[in-house]
């Protein structure tokens, strides 16, 4: 990849050998940089530059463990010891970084790195980083409450007595304290207080409405 003039009929400047390599990087949609061996960025795509909520100009010359934090120090070290002693294996690293495409949100994911060209005058050869991103883990569903279950729900998180949820639902008092009854069951909590907490950890009701409300039912202000 380095080290070697491209044929095309004629001789390339290495700038612009440089050039069409990095628009050749830009058009791949997995997050590539090339670095030095101590980590500091030379030329990274438009992937990469996007995880971090940038442009590709502003990387070279950032560490990308700074960016990319090892989750093993040790499985560094193997790393770093391995291409000193010039292996030229390819090598992955566990990673974890702050994306600032995601709103900051903290991501996972393992960095690939392979020893390419020929060793640079520090004796040691540049390195192309691959980030691959590990998959989002899928978020669970609200678990299925009734509309009754969900109004009594509501009306208990904004402190109606049993007597006032069962009138404004149309059921006895014994009616609401049988749902109660059942959701408590069903959630394993011990009492109204921790059924009401539980609820809104689940997504049964929305943590941004007074009084509360079921998701996608109109709240007051």
């Known amino acids: 990849m380095y080290g070697h003039e491209p044929y095309s009929g004629g001789h390339e400047s290495p700038v612009v050998w440089r050039n069409h390599f990095i628009l050749l990087l830009d058009r791949v949609p997995l997050p590539i940089a090339v670095c030095q061996a101590n980590g500091l960025v030379v030329l990274a795509n438009r992937a990469m ?10 990387l070279p010359g950032r560490d990308l463990l700074e960016l990319l934090r090892p989750r093993s120090p040790a499985q560094l070290d193997r790393v770093i010891e391995a291409i000193r002693r010039g292996s030229r294996s390819r090598y992955p690293l566990a990673v974890r970084w702050r994306s600032g495409a995601a709103g900051g949100a903290e991501r996972a994911g393992e960095l690939m790195v392979d020893p390419v060209g020929e060793p640079s005058p520090t004796g040691y050869p540049l390195l192309l980083a691959v980030l691959q991103t590990a998959p989002e883990p899928p978020q669970p569903a609200p678990p299925e409450v009734s509309e009754v279950e969900a109004r009594v729900l509501a009306l208990v998180a904004s402190g109606a007595t049993t007597a006032a949820v069962g009138k404004a639902v149309g059921l006895t008092v014994d009616g609401v ?7 408590t069951r069903r959630w394993r909590v011990p009492n109204r207080t921790a059924l009401v907490a539980k609820a ?4 049964v009701l929305r ?6 409300a079921p998701p996608g039912a109109d709240a007051e202000d």
């Open 200 to 203: 809104y950890v689940l997504g």
């Open 177 to 183: 304290n049988y749902h109660l009854t059942r959701l």
């Open 207 to 212: 943590t941004d409405a007074w009084p509360p």
């Open 49 to 58: 530059a996007a995880e971090w909520g940038t442009v590709p100009g502003r």
